[in-house]
Structures are given as structure tokens and as C-alpha cells.
């Protein structure tokens, strides 16, 4: 049962707000945290059925301010590993080990920041090379997967996509691409298992404002934002998701 009080709105709006910001601006690798502070006021399942639709609408809004500007080839291939990634996690949503998978992704997310700032640093001179095709669809698979247990699919496709050294505005596009077409993907099986009610409709509608609110807001901070404070705020935002999500699967 949801309780729409006040206490629900008071943590929902700003949680939804953040997604939108970190979302319309940043990717989505912070975005998630949204889901795990609606499950601090209801159940778990309940607070991924309240965020979905929100996060669809947060995707539609932000297509348009980056259309035409993603990488095409990067897009793909999230999504051909994306799509396989999600039916595995609606096969195995009921068995799964949600705290395993966090330690997992966490613990790769952080590495991989660590990695990077060895590559600047000079500490390490080997491994600078772009991820390869291949690994794009594995990231994809590990992105649809987690997307689909805990909207947690930002963190693999980041360490993926920041390796191909792309723009920030083309990495901003290609993450918003490829997560609309997950989150669709995502619609129907969560549908079947029952997350959606007329309680999470009725939040969806109050909650909307707050999702398109934090979108515009997170588009403008994009483009006022340089470059390389784009990326130092994406590993900050990756290095946050990471320790959170090791901080949740040992907890």
C-alpha cells in the first residue's frame, strides 16, 4: 500500500527533482538514488513503480534539446546488449541477489574512476585504449539488467561511454537515447509483476512537475557547465553511485 502523505511527497519531490537534474544534465548515473530514497518511505518494488514513468517522462523531455547530437554506433550498441539485459532481469528479478549486484557494480564503477585518474595522473600508461564493440554490448547487457532490478543502469554504461572520449554533449545524447529505448523495454514486465497500482499513478501525476522541473533545470546547468567540469562532475556523480551502491550491498 503507498501512503501519498505528506511525508511521501516531501521526500519524493526532491528525490524526482534530483533525477531530472542529474538525468537532463549529467546521464544517468546518479539517477538511481532517486528510487533508493523513495524505498526509505515505501516498499522497494512500489518505489521502482512510482519511478519509471517518471524517469520515461524525464527521457522524453530530454530528447528533444539533445536530438541529433548522440554517437549512433555507441547508442546501438548499449541498446543491442540493453534489450537482452532487461528480459534477464525480468527472468530473474525473483532470485536474483539485488545486494551481490550492487557490490559488483559499485565496486567497478569506483575502480574504473580510480582507473582514470591513474591514466591522468601517469600512474598507469597502459589501458587508455576506448572500450571496444564488444564490450559496449556487454555494458548494455549489465546496464538493462540493473536498470531493470534497481534503475541502477547508469553506472555500466557510463564507465563504457566516458571511455570512448566523447563530447560531453555527445555523451549527455547517447546516454538519454539509450535509456529511453530500456525504459520502454522495461514497461510491460514491470506491468506483469505488478509495480504499477492506482496509488503509483495518482504519485506519477503530482510528482510529473517536479520531474520536468529538474530536466530544464538540468539541461541549462549542461550547457553552462565547461567541459571539463562536465566530466570531473560525471566521475564525482560515478564515484557517489559506486560507494553508495557498495555502502547498500554490504547493509
Known amino acids: 500500500m503507498l ?7 516531501a521526500i519524493a519531490g526532491p528525490a524526482v527533482l534530483f533525477a531530472g537534474i542529474s538525468k537532463g544534465g549529467f546521464g544517468s548515473g ?15 518494488g512500489l518505489a521502482l513503480g512510482v ?6 517522462l524525464i527521457d522524453l523531455a530530454s530528447l528533444k534539446p539533445y536530438w541529433g547530437r548522440w554517437h ?3 547508442t546501438l550498441l548499449l541498446i543491442a546488449g540493453g534489450l537482452p539485459g532487461v528480459a534477464l532481469g525480468a527472468a530473474l528479478y525473483c532470485v536474483a541477489s539485488p545486494d551481490f549486484l550492487r557490490l559488483m557494480i559499485g565496486a567497478v564503477s569506483v575502480g574504473f574512476v580510480i ?17 571496444s564493440d564488444s564490450a559496449g554490448v556487454f555494458a548494455g547487457v549489465v546496464a538493462g539488467f540493473t536498470s531493470f532490478v534497481s534503475h541502477a543502469g547508469g553506472p555500466p554504461a557510463a564507465v563504457y561511454l566516458l571511455s570512448r572520449k566523447l563530447s560531453k554533449t555527445g555523451y549527455q545524447a547517447t546516454s538519454v537515447l539509450t535509456f529511453w529505448a530500456i525504459n520502454i523495454a ?8 505488478g509495480m504499477f497500482t492506482l496509488e503509483t499513478a495518482k504519485a506519477n501525476l503530482v510528482l510529473a512537475p517536479f520531474a520536468l522541473a529538474g530536466t530544464w533545470l538540468g539541461v541549462r546547468a549542461h550547457h553552462a557547465v565547461p567541459e571539463r567540469i562536465f566530466f ?10 559506486g560507494l553508495k551502491l557498495i555502502w547498500d550491498g554490504l547493509t
Request: no cysteine; hydrophobic share 60%; glycine share 4%.
Open 115 to 131: 582507473w582514470q585518474i591513474s591514466l591522468k595522473r601517469g600512474w598507469l600508461t597502459i589501458g587508455s585504449r576506448p572500450m
Open 72 to 74: 549512433l554506433r555507441e
Open 30 to 44: 546518479a539517477a538511481f538514488a532517486s528510487a533508493s530514497v523513495l524505498a526509505l518511505v515505501v516498499d522497494p
Open 186 to 193: 522495461k514497461f510491460i514486465p514491470y506491468a506483469f509483476l
Open 3 to 9: 501512503d501519498l502523505d505528506l511525508w511521501f511527497f
Open 232 to 241: 570531473a562532475l560525471t566521475y564525482v556523480f560515478l564515484t557517489i553511485t
Open 51 to 56: 519511478m519509471l514513468p517518471l524517469l520515461m
